[in-house]
């Protein structure tokens, strides 16, 4: 049964960067479209970054130009680089399917930017 582990979240200034990566156990990740997610307080959870098995992206408008989604089958590991980072950026962020699996939600990463 595949697992998936976030980390490389932080509190970090406006403008500054992070790189979060979501390691995942299990051989048969590669063949996944992998996304990653967010959680702001009281609001829904919600797809920021996708990248199917052979690499192409989607993000939300959000994000676009600022965050960038890559994978590594090799390691079993899912990146989010986020640069110029924004107060409304604050979230705690999770990686999953796309669509998600309710069974692959981890604990996953706070992410807070903040002066």
């Known amino acids: 049964q595949v697992q998936l582990v976030e980390s490389g979240g932080g509190l970090v200034q406006p403008g500054e960067s992070l790189r979060l990566s979501c390691a995942a156990s299990?051989?048969?990740?590669?063949?996944?479209?992998m996304g990653w997610y967010r959680q702001a307080p009281g609001k829904q959870r919600e797809l920021v970054a996708t990248i199917t098995s052979g690499r192409w992206t989607n993000y939300v408008d959000a994000v676009k130009g600022r965050f960038t989604i890559s994978r590594d089958n090799a390691k079993n590991t899912v990146y989010l680089q986020m640069n110029s980072l924004k107060p409304e950026d604050t979230a705690v962020y999770y990686c999953?399917?796309?669509?998600?699996?309710?069974?692959?939600w981890g604990q996953g990463t706070q992410v807070t930017v903040s002066s």
């Open positions: 299990g051989s048969i990740f590669s063949i996944y479209t």
């Open positions: 999953n399917t796309v669509p998600p699996s309710p069974k692959y």
